[in-house]
Structures are given as C-alpha cells and as structure tokens.
C-alpha cells in the first residue's frame, strides 16, 4: 500500500478538483490557472511514487462496488499503467501551464480548466482501471472531453463541427469497443484484466468469440487511436486550441487506443488473424499519415497527419506479438508524446502570434523567436529521427524488432514511412523559418512568448534530448528484459531513409533550386498526387456521401413527427404505449 | 400470488391513467400530477415485482427508495421550471407553449 494513498488519489484528484474549480475561480483568473497546474503536478507527483510499487511487480487494489452484480472497482498499479500515467501527467503539467500563456484571457477559461482537468483525471483513470468496464467508464469520459475541447471555441461554426465529428466517429469505434467486452462478459462472467488473461490462456475462451471480441476491441482502439478507417476526425480535430492539440495527440485521447491494445494483447494475442489485423491497420495508417502530412499546408495538419502515421507505427509494432515489440510500440508511444507535443506547443507559440496556420503565410519567421524556433528544430530532428534526438531510437526498435522477427514487407514499409516522415518534418521547419518572408511576417511586430510558454517549451526540448537514456529503466519498469541489440545494418537503414527524406526537402524549401512552385508547373502529375494528398484520399466526401447525408435525411424526415407541442407529443406517447401493452397482453 | 396480481394490475392503471392526465391536461400543474401518477404506478409495479413469500425483497426496496427519491427532485425541479415558463409565457397551457417548435 502506497503511504499517499496515490493508487487513488493520482486519478481521483483531479477528477474531484473539477468541482472545486468553479469555486475557486470565483479567487480570479490566475488562481483558477495554478490551481489547475498545481493539482496535475500533484498527479505527476504521486504517479511517480508509484513507480516502486510498480517495479516490485506491481499489485491490484479492489473494493466492491456493484456487489448485486458481482463488480469490483480495481485499480492495477503495474509497469503499463504506471508508466502511462507518468506520461500524461508530465506532459499534461507542463501543457496546462503553457495554457496560461496561450489562453491568456478570454471568456470560458473556467470550462476550458474544468474540462482538461477532467480529461487528464480520465485518462489517468483508464489507464488505472483494473477491468474492461471501468476502463469503459473513462474511455467515454475520456472521448467526450475531447470533443468538448476541440469545439471549445463554440462560435466558430468549423470547430462545432470538429467536434461533432470527432465524438461522432470515435463513437463508431466505441459501439465496437462496447459490444466486444459484454460478448466477452456474457461468456466468461468477468470484465477483469487478469482473469480474463487467465482464461484466455488456459483456452477457457472459444477462439472464434476470442477472435471476434479482439477485432471489436481492436474497432474501439481504431476509432481512439485515429487510424484507418476512422482517421478522419484528427485531422479535423485542429480546430481547436493548440494547446488542445497537444493534449489530444501527446497525452490523452489517442494514446488511449494503443493503451487498450497493449492491454488486451495477452489475452487476444494468441491468435495469429487478430495480430495481423492490428499490424495491417497500423501499416496502412502509417502510410496515409505520412503520406498526407507531406502535402498539407496547415502546420498543425502536419503534425496531425504525423501523429496518425506514428501511432500506426506503434500498432504495427503491437502487431508483431513478441515482448520486444511491445516494449517498442511503448517505447515509441513515450517518444512520440515527448515530441509532439513539444511539437504541436511550438506551433501553438506562433499561431498565438500571427494568428494563422498556413505555413505559406508564416513563411521566412527566421530566428526572431529564438526559443520556439529551438522547440520547432528540436522536435522536427526527434521526429524525423536524426540522432540522438529519443525518435531515433524509439523508431528504431521497432525497426529492428521488424527485421530480427522476418517481417521483411514491414520493414520495407516501415522505412518508406521514415523517408516520408523525414521529409515532410524538415518541409514543415523550412516552410515555417526560412524562406522570403511573407507580407504578414513584415507586417507584424515578431516577438518572443511569454515565460510560461518558453519554459514548456525548453523542458520539453531537454527531455527529448536526453530521455533515450532512460530506455533500460523504462524497460525494467514495464517488465520486460533489455531489449536485443540492434544491429547496425537497421541503423544504416534508417539513417539511409532519413537521408533520403531530407534531401528533397532541403534542396525544395531551403535552397529552394528547384523552386518548387516551377516544379509543379513543368510536372502536372505531382500536382494531382498533391490534391489527392490535399484531399485527405478522398475519405471525408466518401463519409459524407454514404453515412452523413442518409442520417441528416432521415433525421430531417423524422424531425415532422416532433410537433413541439406537449399535448400532442403526449397523445402520441399515450397511443404508442397502449398498442405495445395490447401487443405484449396478446402475446 | 393474487395480492401480486392485484398490485400489478393497479399499477398498470395507474401508469395508462396518469399518461391520458398527461395528454389531456391543460394545464402544466396538472400535467405535473399526472406525471407524478404515472411515477407511482411505475414505483407500484417494482414493489409488486420484488414482492415474494417473505414480503418484499431488499434489492427492490433499496430501487423504491432511490425511485422515490429521484421522483421527488424530478417533481422540484420540473415545479420550479413552470415558475419560469409562467414568468417567460403568462400562461400554463402546454397547447399553447410553442417554442419547442422552432
């Protein structure tokens, strides 16, 4: 038992302090912003204190709950939930006190704290959760935060409908999620993580409900995690504060996806049909998402597309089943929280100052933002994978675990995606500083974030600097051995795809020889590739027409039954139930 | 079990009456109360249904007892919206609160 009692307090605290928030707001505006910090940074705190407990093997805290139904509430401290957990309160401290600076003073600050406390309070929670339906519990919680934060600014008709759309196609993924745990509950009697491991493992499960709850679950963390085919709703997902962004893409919303998938792989990873689908939509995604990021001209699009590409890249490293491939999409996951964030936070800075996310219009910033060009590089060089910046290594295990498992097509596609990655990550670096500078740029008077912005920023260009270092202490905490050596030949490889990447990207929008804007005009083709990328592939016209439009229709048609008048709506109720009473009576 | 039946009977009459008050009010008050009928009928039928040999069960006494106190904040809060919609509309008629329509 931990002395602070931090198995609960970590993710009750700030749950609890969103109602203490309202109050303490009434204090005035920089009291609702520290408490805020404060309470999160608490959270790290007491995550940290239980690393030990975790290391020594972690244990699992139940106390009733539903005891008519036989349901526990259990909180699993163990190496993955602990080790999320330090990863979201770390990055989400240090988000919400870039926010002070970011947010600065507008109207609803009160419900923007509320709502990140809660979302942070969730995601600490799920990953806590000892059992599906907990977990269930914050998964929702979890999704409609988001979505909440990324409508935040709710008068602008775009962010509306980001998200909508974000709550609307991660709920496609959740109905999955949720009719996947009750077969497996009406089967087993049980949502427990352990037992239901244990039962899988004896062979308690029959291996085609195992197969079919796996692919639902899998639909949940598909929808969560943005891959293909319900991508759609990150890119969209921008509309809101950057700050937002940060959070959804580093700390919380789409980590939960591969969470659950590193969850459930012991108790779904026998089977090899389930592994190879988790692989293939992680390839195909990171694939999309690289592909797509290298085309776009909104900045925060870029590391959208990115975050897409990445967390496919993790899915294909869950995908390979084996212990070291684990640790490596864990291992990854942490990277990419670390620099995209630093990224998104980076970008956040300077949309602050111009007020735009077209990169066109940032173009030539130079370094009269010293600090945030520094962040920008650093996370750039993470990215792509330059070493010894934590990407290098973190994209390189998996690599590796390709190459030594015989995935010979993954490894191939896996370094197509780092050349992508590499190339569309120094595309955005050199759009954004260098360059003519654009009529805004001169225009408007450049200067440096405040503090509270800058000091995020630094601490997280230190920590993707340096936290490859950590790797074997990472890998104790998770329980899994040091993993093998990686052999040169992967890093060659990977150094060659970096190479590869960057060298177009250097000669089109640093030397600028060939200009790229010729380029386009003496070759029509890679324009139309451009628009296909632009596009998104197609996906959201193909949603639009097959999905979205027939439910407006048949909502619209279903809108002239609903009179708007008491009475009448009353009668209609009234009748309604008699005919089923009559029915039910007849039967 | 006839005491059962009774019960049940009771309480599906109550249901269908308190719904007819519902639509045939003219008055939010009234459709208040009737709305009330209807919740007792539904709290009547629960009791009956956890009705054994020994008296009632305790799971279903325990959902009453939650039942009637949801009911009754229900009732709190829907009496203090009709205060509102009296000060907003200048009457009570439902027939005539149309806004829901736009």
């Not at chain 1, 974000?166 to 993924?173: E, H, I, L, N, Q």
């Not at chain 1, 496919?312 to 869950?318: D, E, K, Q, T, V």
């Not at chain 2, 249901?15 to 459709?31: E, H, P, Q, Y």
Request: charge should be positive.
């Amino acid at each position: 038992m931990n002395p602070y009692y931090a198995e609960w307090l970590v993710w009750l605290l700030p749950l609890s302090s969103v109602l203490l928030l309202p109050v303490v707001s009434l204090l005035g505006g920089r009291a609702r912003e520290w408490f805020a910090a404060i309470i999160i940074f608490i959270s790290a705190v007491l995550a940290v204190t239980l690393v030990p407990t975790a290391l020594a093997g972690g244990t699992q805290i139940a106390v009733s709950w539903l005891p008519v139904y036989g349901l526990q509430l259990q909180v699993r401290v163990d190496g993955l939930s602990v080790f999320l957990a330090l990863v979201v309160n770390l990055l989400g401290f240090l988000i919400v006190l870039y926010s002070q600076g970011y947010m600065g003073r507008q109207a609803g600050l009160t419900r923007y704290y509320c709502l990140i406390l809660l979302f942070i309070g969730s995601m600490t929670g799920l990953v806590m959760a000892g059992n599906f339906l907990q977990m269930y519990i914050f998964w929702e919680l979890v999704g409609i935060c988001s979505s909440f934060l990324i409508a935040f600014w709710y008068d602008r008709p775009e962010a509306v409908r980001a998200g909508l759309k974000a709550f609307v196609v991660t709920r496609v993924g959740d109905v999955g999620l949720l009719i996947g745990l009750i077969l497996l509950y009406v089967d087993t009697g049980t949502f427990s993580f352990d037992a239901l491991e244990a039962l899988a493992r004896q062979g308690g499960i029959a291996s085609g409900l195992l197969l079919t709850c796996g692919i639902l679950v899998l639909l949940g963390a598909i929808g969560k995690s943005a891959q293909f085919p319900l991508h759609v709703w990150l890119p969209d997902a921008m509309e809101g504060p950057s700050t937002v962004s940060a959070l959804i893409h580093a700390a919380t919303m789409v980590n939960a996806g591969v969470y659950l998938v590193a969850r459930v792989s012991p108790i779904f990873g026998s089977s090899g049909v389930w592994l190879t689908c988790v692989a293939w939509v992680g390839i195909i995604s990171a694939i999309l998402g690289a592909t797509m990021a290298a085309a776009t001209l909104d900045v925060k699009r870029v590391f959208a597309y990115s975050t897409i590409s990445q967390l496919g890249l993790m899915f294909l490293a869950l995908g390979i089943g084996s212990p070291g491939s684990w640790f490596a999409s864990q291992f990854h996951l942490m990277s990419q929280a670390a620099f995209k964030a630093l990224g998104f936070l980076a970008a956040g800075s300077i949309i602050h100052l111009l007020g735009t996310r077209n990169m066109d219009e940032m173009s030539g910033l130079g370094r009269k933002m010293p600090v945030t060009f520094a962040a920008f590089f650093f996370s750039v060089v993470a990215m792509s994978g330059v070493p010894p910046f934590i990407g290098f290594w973190s994209k390189d295990l998996i690599i590796s675990e390709l190459q030594t498992g015989g995935f010979y097509l993954f490894f191939a596609l896996a370094l197509f995606v780092s050349v992508f990655t590499s190339f569309y990550a120094f595309r955005a670096f050199f759009k954004v500083f260098y360059g003519k500078p654009s009529e805004l740029i001169q225009s408007k008077p450049i200067h440096e974030s405040p503090l509270t912005m800058t000091i995020p920023l630094a601490l997280l260009s230190i920590a993707v600097t340096v936290l490859w270092l950590l790797e074997g202490q990472v890998s104790r905490l998770l329980g899994i051995s040091e993993p093998a050596v990686t052999s040169p030949w992967v890093y060659a490889a990977s150094l060659l795809a970096l190479m590869v990447g960057f060298l177009p990207a250097y000669c089109l929008f640093f030397r600028r020889s060939p200009e790229p804007s010729h380029l386009l005009q003496r070759h029509r083709w890679i324009s139309t590739i451009q628009n296909v990328l632009i596009e998104g592939y197609g996906f959201d016209p193909l949603y639009e027409r097959t999905f979205a439009t027939p439910v407006m229709k048949l909502g619209s048609a279903i809108r002239t039954i609903q009179t708007g008048i008491l009475g009448k709506n009353m009668w209609g109720i009234l009748i309604f139930l008699l005919v089923v009473a009559l029915v039910v009576l007849a039967i | 079990m006839i005491e059962q039946q009774i019960l049940q009977v009771t309480a599906a009459a109550m249901f269908f009456i308190g719904l007819a008050g519902m639509a045939v009010s003219r008055n939010l008050i009234k459709v208040i109360m009737s709305f009330q009928v209807v919740l007792f009928g539904v709290n009547l039928a629960l009791f009956a249904s956890g009705l054994g040999p020994l008296g009632p069960s305790l799971f279903s006494t325990t959902l009453l007892v939650l039942s009637i106190s949801i009911g009754a904040s229900v009732e709190a809060l829907a009496l203090s919206l009709t205060i509102f919609v009296y000060r907003h509309y200048g009457t009570l008629n439902p027939w005539e609160i149309r806004r829901l329509r736009h």
